[in-house]
């Protein structure tokens, strides 16, 4: 289903830079001798996905694995991305809010909303009070991984402080984050451990396990 999600966000992920380059920085990597090599016998398009990571979106059909375990009955994301956890809410007909702070995300969205009914507000969700739902299911950035147009790194220190001040704010009756081991270790401090772990069967040149992490408060 990713092809729902490219119609509308595509052309920002690649203004995106992943591990330190967009798809538009071919000219920067092209001598390279294993991008040179890979291009043998792929596009430059399959040679950044699978050596950057072209920022790809979170699959919609993943979140029906929480969608369909959980059953909320209203969904925040205060980070909602590239559009597929808001996607899969309206094809199960819950309600869903979003917000993301990336500024070429305000156009998509308008695009999204239309379509698919769903609720978005462009801002940080750090300054304001989160809505009363009885999920939070997101994916926080991951440290400097993806860096946006009008965005700027942080330091690990002030990384590490951000998730613990983002884990404060979840206090909904289910929290359900997909983050990496690292952020999780960091999220434990507020949270405690999880009560459940959803494997997501993707993989980062088969080394890399990603799972959705679920916390109740019931």
């Known amino acids: 289903m990713n092809w729902i999600i490219d119609s509308y966000t595509e052309k920002v992920r690649h203004n995106t830079k992943c591990k330190g380059y967009s798809f538009h920085d071919y000219q920067l990597v092209k001598d390279k001798d294993y991008v040179k090599n890979y291009l043998i016998n792929h596009s430059w398009k399959q ?38 956890r808001g996607i899969g809410a309206s094809m199960m007909h819950i309600p869903y809010y979003g917000m993301d702070m990336n500024p070429e995300l305000v156009e998509p969205y308008e695009g999204i909303c239309k379509d698919w009914g769903i609720h978005f507000e462009f801002g940080d969700c750090m300054h304001i009070e989160w809505p009363d739902t009885e999920m939070i299911f997101t994916s926080p950035p991951y440290f400097n991984k993806e860096i946006y147009i009008g965005s700027e790194k942080k330091s690990k220190k002030q990384w590490r402080q951000w998730y613990v001040d983002f884990a404060k704010k979840c206090n909904h009756k289910f929290v359900c984050l997909n983050v990496n081991e690292e952020i999780y270790t960091i999220l434990v401090t507020v949270l405690g451990e999880c009560v459940d772990r959803i494997h997501l069967p993707i993989h980062a040149r088969g080394k890399y396990l990603e799972y959705i992490y679920i916390w109740t408060n019931i």
Do not use: Q
């Open 47 to 84: 040679c950044h996905e699978f050596y950057f990571g072209t920022c790809k979106p979170f699959r919609i059909e993943h979140s029906f694995l929480v969608y369909e375990k959980y059953l909320p009955k209203s969904v925040f994301d205060p980070c909602a991305g590239w559009g597929g």
